[in-house]
């Protein structure tokens, strides 16, 4: 059984700093995608940073290069999402999700955690 459980939400205020992390269980975690999302009320999911796990290339969202980075640590089957420069306009639900294909479309991927709150405050 496939399990993705994030944590490090929380609420920060502006211009501060978060680190999420997603602990990948029953799942082929090398050579396969491992993505960031967001949900904000009232609005659609949208991807935010991708990794692929077998070579680590990474892609980001506009609206977060430069102040989000994604990275692994492979022994343990974890993706981080590390947050700087936070607005209020980053605030949502942030959401890890596992597929084969590297791209930040929420449709591509096949396996999802539960979510994590991150509310900044200006």
């Known amino acids: 059984q496939v399990q993705l459980v994030e944590s490090g939400g929380g609420s920060v205020q502006a211009g501060g700093s978060l680190r999420l992390s997603c602990a990948a269980s029953g799942y082929t975690y090398s050579s396969n995608c491992m993505g960031w999302f967001r949900q904000a009320p009232g609005k659609e999911r949208e991807g935010v940073a991708v990794?692929?796990?077998?070579?680590?290339?990474?892609y980001y969202a506009d609206s977060v290069k430069g102040r989000f980075t994604i990275s692994q640590d492979n022994a343990k089957n974890t993706v981080y999402l590390q947050m700087n420069s936070l607005t209020p306009e980053d605030t949502a639900m942030y959401y890890c999700a596992a597929g084969p294909t590297y791209g930040l479309a929420p449709e591509d991927y096949n396996y999802w955690g539960q979510g994590t709150q991150v509310t900044v405050s200006s």
């Open positions: 990794i692929y796990t077998g070579g680590g290339s990474t």
